[in-house]
């Protein structure tokens, strides 16, 4: 029997295995068809069907913002090294993660020169990071069939048309590897709508056991979740709340929605990255009815060409 794989994405393409033969096809990106690519994605991952000429949940607006709210200065702001300059001029120098090193590609880089702990990102993506706590048992053949797997791929076509990924230009960086007294690492996600922010995600045991606590800016526990449950443990209020909600707000301005993530590590505030899509607009809101609530409070801005 031949080994038969047909793996598809929409928008990147087709590949077909029989035995060690593979034939690939280019991925589809015309796009008149993204409308229609992208109603078979969402119905595919979420079972609902997607309304982009009247969406009303906070889902399908994220979906519409993919299509018709996309800029130059969203790409630059996709670009985890790119933004670092944006930053900078913004709110200052010294919200960055320090950074150890920037490369074209894996085999470019001198791991003598780095230190025991640190983190290895993919500007290009989401989720393309390697963290090292110990480099002596640092696995680099492992690192490099990843790194040179991501570098190849386009993460506008990777899930769900994000496409202010579309066109950024491949790109790993080293950071210094942060973590807080505990040893912990806390994530800051201030979700803001039309120039406000608006609420305060925190994520959790990312790579654990995963919690996200959704609270106003007072600070009070709200009453729905979103894919991830509630923590059971008690989150206090960070001293600076209000520092990162004031260098969120500056941030924001120029965005219908906008996700603004800080690490807070002990007392500091860190810039952790600008996140316009998040979970490619697929979150699972329990209750669901929150989905249609967020919605009502995002106001979708001019529609703009594809």
Sequence with gaps: MFDFIEKIKY???????????????????????????????????????????????????????????????????????????????????????????????????????????????????????????????????????????????????KAGLELQYRGIEPKITAEKYMADSNGELNDYKIICFNGEPKFVWVDCGRYSEHTKNIYDLNWNLQPFTMTYPVSKNDIPKPKNLDKMIELAKKLCQDFAFVRVDFYNVDGTIYFGEMTFTSMSGTDKFKPEKYDLELGKMLKLPEKKGL
């Design 11 to 157: 928008g990147e393409g087709l590949r077909i295995k029989f035995g060690s033969f593979v034939l690939s096809f280019g991925r589809n990106k015309c796009e008149k068809d993204f409308p229609e690519i992208l109603k078979k994605w969402y119905k595919k991952r979420t079972g609902k069907s997607l309304d982009l000429d009247k969406p009303k949940t906070f889902n399908e607006k994220i979906q519409w913002l993919k299509l018709y709210d996309n800029s130059p200065l969203k790409t630059k702001l996709a670009d985890k090294y790119l933004v670092r300059e944006w930053i900078k001029n913004q709110i200052g120098e010294e919200y960055l993660i320090p950074i150890l090193g920037v490369w074209n590609n894996f085999d470019e880089i001198d791991f003598d020169k780095l230190p025991d702990e640190f983190v290895l990102k993919a500007n290009h993506g989401s989720h393309w990071n390697i963290i090292v706590k110990d480099k002596s048992k640092f696995n680099k053949d492992k690192a490099k069939k990843k790194f040179d797997k991501w570098m190849k791929r386009d993460y506008a076509f």
